[in-house]
């Protein structure tokens, strides 16, 4: 069973940053696509960013331009880099691992908060 751990959630005032980590207890070679999803109250979760083994990088159309994703094999952690930070991105931000045949799976979340 992989576990998925993120931290590096907070509050921060509107044009701040935060650097989200999420730290699997395995390698994360082994899945697929790794990936940070947003929730807010009544509302689907919502993919951010991803980046599949390889390297390749998505981004929602709203967190282009503004964060980034990257990953350390070695130290089997993914890293969501925020900058620019607007109220509409707070929410519960989630860790995502994709395996090929086993399905997703998920962090416990942490929360972001940007106060105007």
């Known amino acids: 069973q992989v576990q998925l751990v993120e931290s590096g959630g907070g509050l921060v005032q509107t044009g701040g940053s935060l650097r989200l980590s999420c730290a699997a207890s395995?390698?994360?070679?082994?899945?697929?696509?790794m990936g940070w999803h947003r929730q807010v109250p009544g509302k689907q979760r919502e993919s951010v960013a991803s980046?599949?083994?390889?390297?390749?990088?998505n981004y929602s159309d709203s967190a282009k331009g503004r964060f980034t994703i990257s990953r350390d094999n070695a130290k089997n952690t993914v890293y969501l880099q925020m900058i620019s930070l607007k109220p509409e991105d707070t929410g519960v931000y989630y860790c995502?691992?994709?395996?090929?045949?086993?399905?997703?799976?998920w962090g416990q979340g942490t929360q972001v908060t940007v106060s105007s």
């Open positions: 995502a691992a994709d395996h090929s045949w086993l399905g997703r799976y």
């Open positions: 395995g390698s994360i070679l082994n899945f697929s696509v």
């Open positions: 980046i599949t083994r390889t390297g390749t990088i």
